[in-house]
């Protein structure tokens, strides 16, 4: 890791811009989450197509125009180009199953933007911008297995308030604020 890739240099001056997803940035999602690593603890682990993410960004737009919160398209910064690393941001609970009305974190990588401090550091920004729209416990569902995931979790000051299965059979924590409401 290079010295400009510090995890500490992401914090002050943000090195990475959160947007609403525009139809590229779902060809970007496509192409980076291409991947069986990158997709491991998320659902039954399927990779999904690009129709998947064209519709998903558009769910994610309309979801913005809604509430001004969405999964972001997150952006790094960099000095000679700007490159879409992944998603991070708040959306409503999704899934048949577990916590039906809440809102949820999320933040997916392609694996060359992983271990930078970049998840961590976003997700600080959505949770300043979820605060300002009233929004002050979301939750995050984290397959009990994905170490990296519950990592940034933990520096944001969630804590595992419960855990649930998920219909793949993946035991997953609920994580959350525990001082701000209850699971
Ligand atoms: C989870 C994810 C978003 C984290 O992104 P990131 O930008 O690498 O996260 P950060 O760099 O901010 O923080 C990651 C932390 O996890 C730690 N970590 C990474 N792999 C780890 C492992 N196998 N065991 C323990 N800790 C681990 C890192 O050391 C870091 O903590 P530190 O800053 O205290 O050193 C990224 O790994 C990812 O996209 N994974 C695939 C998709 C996914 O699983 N999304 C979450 C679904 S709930």
Redesign the pocket.
Known sequence: MSASDA?SALEGSPRFELRIPSPADADAWFQLFDDPE?MR??GDGRIQSHEWYQDFALRQRVLEAKSGLCLFALVRRRPNRDTVA?FVGLQPWTQPWGPTGRIEM????GLA?????????AARECLARAAASGIHDPI????VQ????V??AQ?LGMVALDEVDALSGARVAVFGFPSRAEV
């Open positions: 995890p990158v603890y998320i992944g999320g933040w997916r990588l933007h992983q271990g930078a401090g970049l998840a961590t550091a995050a569902m984290i397959d994905n170490r990296a995931s990592a940034v520096k």
